[in-house]
């Protein structure tokens, strides 16, 4: 049940990610959010019919260790846009593009709402970001 658990992740409800994570000696209770999450991610434009597993699976890499691929992205359903689950580290800056043959494709980051465009780090928005204004307080 547990691998299951663990497999079938990520869960979008009631538009909110369900983080489950095996429990690892680093845990600490003190970190409001995960730094490592695994997030549903899409490219603009038909990667999807283009590549193969192999190569999908590279290109999603240069996001974050991919997990699984949506074997629906042939079928019509998402306007032919390629969908990953990846694993990303939200304690870094994240990947809003990558370029493939001299053409870029937008990383689009599903349900992931507070993402400062500046410094392009999760939980905060560019208007009180720390970078940007450093005057502004942590609260």
Not at 12 to 19: A, E, N, P, S, V
Not at 73 to 78: K, Q, S
Not at 85 to 104: E, H
């Amino acid at each position: 049940m547990e691998l299951e658990v663990l497999s079938e992740s990520p869960w979008i409800i009631f538009g909110q990610y369900l983080t489950v994570q095996p429990w690892s000696v680093s845990f600490d209770l003190a970190q409001t959010f995960p730094s490592m999450v695994m997030l549903w991610i899409r490219f603009s434009g038909p990667l999807g019919y283009m590549y193969k597993h192999k190569i999908l699976v590279e290109i999603g890499g240069l996001v974050g260790k991919v997990t699984k691929l949506d074997l629906n992205i042939d079928n019509g359903i998402r306007g032919r846009l390629t969908r990953m689950s990846v694993y990303v580290n939200l304690d870094k800056p994240l990947v809003s593009q990558i370029i493939i043959n001299g053409k870029i494709h937008k990383v689009e980051y599903e349900f992931l709402p507070t993402v400062c465009f500046h410094c392009e780090r999760y939980g905060h928005m560019k208007d009180v970001c720390r970078s940007l204004n450093p005057d502004l307080k942590s609260t």
